[in-house]
């Protein structure tokens, strides 16, 4: 069976072809364009989907070798996301639906995050602990079986990307953060600035990434701009520590807590180096397997959502025509 995927719930715009959870193809565009304002711009982000919806599926389907006749059902993000991104994907996977003649279903933007582990790596084993880190969510997801998903922590206040995403731009870095701290951080030493790990009043498990922020801004403050130049390895390197130490540390707890030795990290965040290294140490120390995607499947694309799909689409289910873009969608 032939799926179509597609996705454009933020600032990717992309389309992926499977077949028998097989990825043929997974083409994505991050809209760049982003970075001249320091973070999403969400009525830019639809006009930009608009522009690139039919180059990226016309793409997927060439570069994986099927006829568009072949294709037997798509699975499209309908939420969570920005309301205006949402509905260049979703309108364009209802129309190809009605040309074709086949199926499509509405998927968790969430739901496919936690797919692109599992598809890559088969030994993953249920139950398995799912950290979700990305530009809107920091969560972690207790995963009995496909469909059986628990919440053990969220995050109170920003997500971890998000962290990363403000705290470059008080270091004057662009948009998105992350890689910008990442690559800052080269040859830093993560102690110079004694950051805090934020724990969260009455819960032991949730996140509180806006602390951090604000700490950093207060340490930049008492700063002159040469002095936050010359050290700014030292300080992106620091603020980064603090962040991958918080996810760590909460990951460490639930799995010792619910005894539990498969993680499976994913989001836009997994693609930090650091925070691989970092999680290499963790699974050594205390004996967990914890899987990351390949990078290409960190941040959003298409090939996560139409794994999600496939098995609901295999199953026989299709959502409806009247299926609305939900921007709150959770899992
Ligand atoms: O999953 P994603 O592509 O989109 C959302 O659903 O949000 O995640 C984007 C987030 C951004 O906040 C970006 O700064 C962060 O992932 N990110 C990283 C790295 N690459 C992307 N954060 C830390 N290190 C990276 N290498
Ligand atoms: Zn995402």
């Known amino acids: 069976m032939i799926v179509l995927g597609i996705e454009s719930s ?10 028998d959870y097989k990825l043929l193809s997974n083409i994505t565009i991050s809209q760049e364009i982003h970075s001249d304002f320091g973070g999403v711009v969400p009525e830019i982000a639809s006009r930009e989907h608009q522009k ?33 991104a949402l509905l260049v994907g979703l309108n364009f996977a209802k129309g190809m639906s009605i040309a074709l003649g086949i199926p499509y279903i509405g998927v968790n933007h969430l739901e496919g995050h936690l797919f692109s582990n599992i598809m890559e790596n088969e030994e993953i ?22 469909g059986d998903y628990v919440l053990l922590a969220n995050t109170v206040d920003d997500a971890a990307g998000e962290a990363f995403d403000k705290g470059a731009r008080l270091l004057g870095l662009s948009y998105p953060g992350g890689p910008e701290i990442q ?12 950051f805090p790990r934020p724990k969260v009043k009455g819960s032991k498990y949730d996140f509180s990434f806006s602390g951090l922020k604000t700490s950093l801004m207060y340490y930049l403050k008492d700063l002159d701009e040469n002095m936050i130049l010359d050290n700014i390895n030292h300080i992106a390197a620091s603020y980064q520590e603090a962040i991958i130490d918080t996810l760590l540390n909460r990951l460490s707890l639930i799995t010792k807590d619910h005894n539990i030795n ?3 990290i994913a989001g836009g965040v997994a693609a930090n180096k650091r925070f691989r290294e970092k999680s290499e ?7 967990l397997n914890i899987f990351f995607p390949d990078f290409q499947l960190c941040t959003d694309n298409a090939g996560m959502i139409a794994m999600a799909g496939y098995q609901k689409i295999k199953d026989g289910y299709k959502s409806d025509l009247d299926l609305e873009a939900n921007p709150n969608l959770s899992l």
């Open 52 to 84: 690139n919806i039919i180059y990226v599926v016309d793409k997927a389907i060439k570069e994986a070798s099927v006829d568009i006749n072949d294709i037997n059902g798509i699975a499209v993000t309908y939420g969570a996301g920005l309301k205006g």
């Open 262 to 264: 498969y993680v499976s």
């Open 281 to 287: 140490i963790l699974s050594k120390e205390s004996n």
């Open 10 to 19: 933020c600032d990717e715009t992309s389309a992926s072809i499977i077949r």
């Open 183 to 194: 690559k800052k951080s080269k040859g830093g030493d993560c102690n110079y600035v004694d």
């Open 125 to 146: 084993d249920f139950p398995f602990i799912s950290l979700i880190v990305s530009g809107g969510h920091t969560q972690i997801w207790k995963v009995n079986s496909i």
